[in-house]
């Protein structure tokens, strides 16, 4: 009960961010130029034009490589690509604000603990920001959760897995 109680305040918060977002912005762009620096890229990967973002000149430009390889596919999917976009960064974020609650319960050991983390997560205009900025924000904090958790995994349980958590980071 408890862990649904958080995923709908994080989809209520997605759902209102993004009906406000949209009708500001009248549409679906991003905020930054580094978002649309990511998807050129991302768009000539997907089109056989290798890492660049004039199509066929190679380039180092991009700080967050990872994000750009998860995005990629996303062109095969048809459509607005922005939608697709933030649609993966509103998954991340829900999944990220479930990782929260995880995290600070085992931290803890108190579910209500985390499921007030969760619940903090989940209205944190900030994060919700992140989710439709088209940045690699929601991957970085995923990456993140998932470490802190195996690290406290391996604290609790004393387990030789502490190499998980480097290899999520």
Known sequence: MGLAVVIV??????MLYWVQAARQANGFGFPLDD?????QIARNLAGGQGWSFNPGQLTGGATS?????LIAPLFYLGGDVTVWVKALGALLFVVNVLLVADVARLATGDQRVGLAAGALAALQPALIWTAFSGMETGLYLLLFLLSLRSLILVERRGRREAYASTAWL
């Open 65 to 69: 490589p990872l994000w750009i390889l």
């Open 9 to 14: 305040l994080a989809l209520m918060g997605v």
């Open 35 to 39: 978002s649309w620096i990511h998807l």
